[in-house]
């Protein structure tokens, strides 16, 4: 069975702090992980993706995430937070196995950066 | 690109008449989605598509949900009869390709309200 845990509803951070936005995960295989990204009335925005080969992952709004196997974790990292950052952010994971095309996402992270 | 297009944005109706919801994926991409997101249950997968042809629909709740994809540019999701209990956001959303490491782009999405 595959699942993701976002263990914290709510994050609060200070404008110019760095912020962590934690995911773990349970997977069978090898796990394809994403983050997204929702703003109030709006879709959900791809961020980044770790797929395989470097463990930390660049992606959007200089946002970054690192895979932890031992772990099983994918905390989504940023190293100064901005008040435009504060949105709904969401963890999701693919397994490897055939057929799992669908991703399984977590409950969702509420950023709030306080200026 | 425009992006994935839903329409309409809102939908109030009431108890007992058909919705149909609409999704247009981006041009090109062969993987098409159905979420629905509640504060209760979060992002839920409802159902997706690969090549136009329905691949898992376990998540639709009841018959009252039917999906269809008579083509790579149109889908639709429609509800009969609505239901209260069927108020959420509808999001759709889709990939280039089946592979796993595809990330999904998702719709603005449709908030439906039943009374």
């Known amino acids: 069975a595959q699942s993701v845990a976002q263990p914290e509803d709510q994050v609060n951070v200070a404008e110019g702090n760095p912020l962590t936005v934690k995911c773990t995960y349970s997977?069978?295989?090898?796990?394809?992980l994403f983050w997204y990204v929702q703003y109030p009335n709006r879709g959900l925005q791809f961020l980044l993706k770790?797929?395989?080969?470097?463990?930390l992952v660049k992606g959007s709004y200089g946002f970054e995430a690192e895979f932890n196997k031992s772990q099983t974790s994918f905390h989504l990292k940023k190293p100064s937070a901005l008040v435009s950052d504060s949105a709904l952010y969401f963890c999701a994971v693919r397994g490897s196995q055939t057929g799992a095309n669908n991703l399984f996402f977590g409950t969702g992270t509420r950023l709030t950066v306080i200026p | 690109d425009a992006g994935v297009i839903q329409s309409p944005r809102h939908e109030v109706t009431e108890m007992g008449q058909e919705v149909t919801l609409r999704c247009k994926p981006i041009s090109g991409h062969n993987s098409l989605f159905w979420y629905r997101q509640t504060m209760m249950r979060g992002l839920e997968l409802l159902i997706y598509f690969n090549n136009n042809v329905p691949i898992d629909d376990s998540g639709m709740p009841e018959d009252r949900f039917s999906a269809k994809m008579p083509n790579a540019s149109f889908s639709t999701l429609k509800i009969q009869p609505s239901e209260p209990r069927d108020s959420a956001v509808y999001f759709c959303a889709s990939s280039l390709g089946s592979g796993r490491a595809h990330e999904q782009f998702f719709g603005p999405g449709t908030r439906l309200t039943v009374l």
């Open positions: 770790y797929i395989t080969g470097d463990n």
């Open positions: 997977v069978s295989g090898n796990p394809y």
